[in-house]
């Protein structure tokens, strides 16, 4: 399956039962487990398909009053305050021009669903065993746990995110939360004032 069939649609939806399940555990047991690969820069990453729910075009979100530099800001998805995060700014890399190329995936993690801002993507790919290694330890690279083992296909080398781990302790629902709370308040403001008005009518 490729990730353009994935993405036909502006917002691909997929269904999901339960969240995704943990990269650490899929790299220790050696499963056989479907990837979605992306790219930052000439780097190839990957992430469990299953924990994807959709694949959108790039949209400018709203912008949150001292969000620190990796959260772009929140979207409403249906209805649902979906905090944004730049995943070049959480691994330290520069920021790229936003391009036709440029997507958000929606991912869902242990609390919530997050959208990260990548590159773009390549396709899904069908790791077995055979093909997963652990993550050495690297001299000079930064690894708190988020980068759980290697993909091989061939020549291409897939660094494999456990994103619950590198996303898992930002601030990202209290900003979703924030701003939910802020529309609550100016949509109870704006019902006080409608009823003073209709009084003094």
Do not use: W
């Not at 979100?61 to 249906?78: C, F, H, K, Q, Y």
């Not at 330890?137 to 660094?159: E, K, Q, V, Y």
């Not at 629902?173 to 009823?195: I, L, P």
């Amino acid at each position: 399956m490729s990730a353009q069939q994935l993405s036909q649609t502006p917002s691909a939806s997929r269904a999901l039962a339960a969240p995704a399940k943990d990269v650490a555990q899929t790299a220790m047991a050696k499963l056989r487990v479907e990837v979605l690969s992306f790219h930052l820069g000439k780097e190839e990453y990957g992430i469990p398909l299953s924990c994807v729910q959709e694949i959108r075009s790039f949209q400018a979100p709203t912008r949150l009053a001292g969000a620190s530099a990796e959260l772009l800001g929140v979207l409403d998805l249906r209805g649902e305050v979906l905090p944004v995060v730049d995943l070049r700014q959480c691994f330290h890399m520069p920021t790229a021009e936003v391009t036709a190329a440029t997507v958000a995936i929606v991912v869902n993690l242990a609390q919530r669903s997050v959208g990260i801002v990548v590159d773009n993507v390549n396709e899904v790919v069908d790791l077995g065993p055979e093909q997963q290694r652990s993550m050495p330890a690297m001299t000079g690279m930064a690894n708190d746990g988020h980068i759980m083992g290697i993909g091989s296909i061939g020549p291409r080398m897939l660094l494999l995110l456990d994103l619950n781990r590198l996303l898992g302790g930002r601030n990202l629902g209290d900003a979703g939360d924030s701003e939910a709370r802020n529309a609550r308040d100016e949509g109870k403001e704006e019902d006080v004032a409608q009823e003073l008005d209709a009084c003094l009518a």
